[in-house]
C-alpha cells in the first residue's frame, strides 16, 4: 500500500514537473528551411502561387498518400485556398498576400491548433537558379498545443524535415516539367505570307543564339519608335545554313500590316508572297529545335515533296520567354517551303 502511494506521488510529481515544464516554454515558434532550386523564380512563384500543384512535391502526401485533398474553386493568387484530411485532422492554406515572383504569405489552420503563418521568399541568381526560403510560424500557442508539440520532439523536428523534402521534391518537379517538350509534324498547309521588317547577317553556327539576341531587339525597338505595329510573332528567315563550314546567314523579321519605308540602313524591309509549306510545331526549349527540323525534312522526304527552289524556311516564335518563363511551355512553328 506505502509502495502505490509512493509511486502514485512520484507520478503526481512528474505531471507537475512536466506541466511546469511545458508552461515555461515559449509561447512562439519559428521553422524555416532553404534551397537553391534549379529554376527561374518565376517558375517557381508560378507553381507555388497555385494549390493545385501542392500535391506533387508534398512530403507530407508522400508520406500519406491517402491523404484526401480538397481544391477550392480559386486555387491562385491572393484569395487561392485548398484543404486536405488525414487521421490527424482536417488542415486549411490560404494565402493573404503576394509580390511576384518574390514572396507569398499564406494562412494555415490545421485541426483545433492556433492559426500560424507561412511566407515563401524568393530570390533569383545570376545562373538562372533561384534561392526559396519557407517558413513557418505561429504564436499565442495554448498549453495543450504546446503539449502535443513538445510530447513529439518540437517543431523543429515535426515540421523541418517535411519542408527540407518539400523544397527537394519541388526542385526535381521543377527541373522535369520545364524539360517537357513535343514535336508535331502537322503537315502542308498554306503560309498566308505578308510585309516585315528585318536585318540580315552571316556568322559561325556558334555565334548564333547570341546574334539573333542582338538583332531581334534593334528591330522590335525600330517598330516601337517609329509606330509601327507588329502584326504577328517575331520570326527568322534561314538563307543559308552550311554545318560542314559552320556557317549560318539569316534575317531576323517582323511582320507588319503594311509596307513600310525605313530610315535605318540597318533594319530593311520585306515582304512574303504566300507560300505552300510542311508545318511543324515544337512545344518546347529552343535546343530540341535541331530535332523538330530533321523530323522535318525526314517528313518531307518520306511523304516525297519537293523543296521549293529559293523557297523561305522559317523559324516562327509565337511565345515571348520574356512574359513565359518556363521552356516547357514556348511554342515555335517552323515552315518550310515545298512545290
Keep these: 500500500m506505502k509502495a502505490l502511494k509512493y509511486i502514485s506521488f512520484l507520478i503526481l510529481i512528474l505531471i507537475i514537473g512536466f506541466a511546469i515544464y511545458i508552461a515555461v ?46 481544391l477550392s474553386d480559386q486555387t491562385k493568387g491572393i484569395g487561392g485556398s485548398y484543404s486536405w484530411e488525414d487521421e490527424d485532422g482536417v488542415g486549411t492554406m490560404k494565402t493573404v498576400d503576394t509580390k511576384p515572383n518574390s514572396s507569398i504569405s499564406q494562412k494555415m489552420q490545421f485541426a483545433d491548433f492556433p492559426e500560424n503563418d507561412i511566407n515563401w521568399f524568393l530570390k533569383s541568381n545570376e545562373d538562372g537558379t533561384t534561392d526559396v526560403t519557407w517558413t513557418i510560424e505561429g504564436k499565442d500557442m495554448p ?9 513529439m520532439g518540437g517543431m523543429e523536428k515535426l515540421i523541418g524535415p517535411h519542408y527540407e523534402r518539400g523544397l527537394e521534391l519541388l526542385d526535381s518537379v521543377l527541373v522535369a516539367d520545364m524539360k517537357r ?26 555565334n548564333f543564339k547570341e546574334k ?14 517609329n509606330n509601327i505595329k507588329m502584326a504577328g510573332s517575331p520570326f527568322v528567315i534561314y538563307h543559308k545554313w552550311d554545318e560542314a563550314n559552320n556557317a549560318v546567314m539569316f534575317s531576323c523579321a517582323v511582320p507588319t500590316s503594311s509596307k513600310f519605308e525605313t530610315t535605318d540602313p540597318e533594319v530593311l524591309t520585306g515582304q ?6 510542311v508545318k511543324t510545331v515544337l512545344n ?47 511554342v515555335t512553328e517552323i515552315f518550310i517551303a515545298v512545290k
Design 143 to 151: 498549453f495543450g498545443f504546446k503539449a502535443y508539440t513538445t510530447a
Design 272 to 277: 512574303l508572297e504566300s507560300f505552300k509549306a
Design 212 to 225: 539573333m539576341q542582338e538583332m531581334f531587339p534593334k528591330i522590335g525597338g525600330y517598330a516601337i519608335a
Design 284 to 330: 518546347g526549349n529552343y535546343e530540341h529545335l535541331k530535332e523538330a527540323w530533321d523530323k522535318t525534312m525526314s517528313y518531307i522526304q518520306t511523304n516525297n515533296l519537293e523543296f521549293t527552289q529559293d523557297g523561305p524556311m522559317l523559324e516562327s516564335y509565337l511565345t515571348d520567354p520574356m512574359e513565359t518563363p518556363n521552356p516547357a511551355n514556348w
Design 181 to 206: 517538350y513535343s514535336i508535331s509534324v502537322e503537315g502542308v498547309t498554306q503560309h498566308s505570307g505578308g510585309f516585315y521588317l528585318y536585318n540580315t547577317t552571316s556568322c559561325k553556327m556558334d
Design 25 to 70: 516554454q515559449p509561447n512562439a515558434f519559428k521553422v524555416e528551411r532553404s534551397r537553391t532550386i534549379n529554376a527561374p523564380a518565376a517558375v517557381v512563384y508560378d507553381n507555388i502561387i497555385d494549390f493545385k500543384n501542392w500535391e506533387a512535391w508534398s512530403s507530407w502526401v508522400e508520406e500519406k498518400p491517402e491523404t484526401m485533398i480538397s
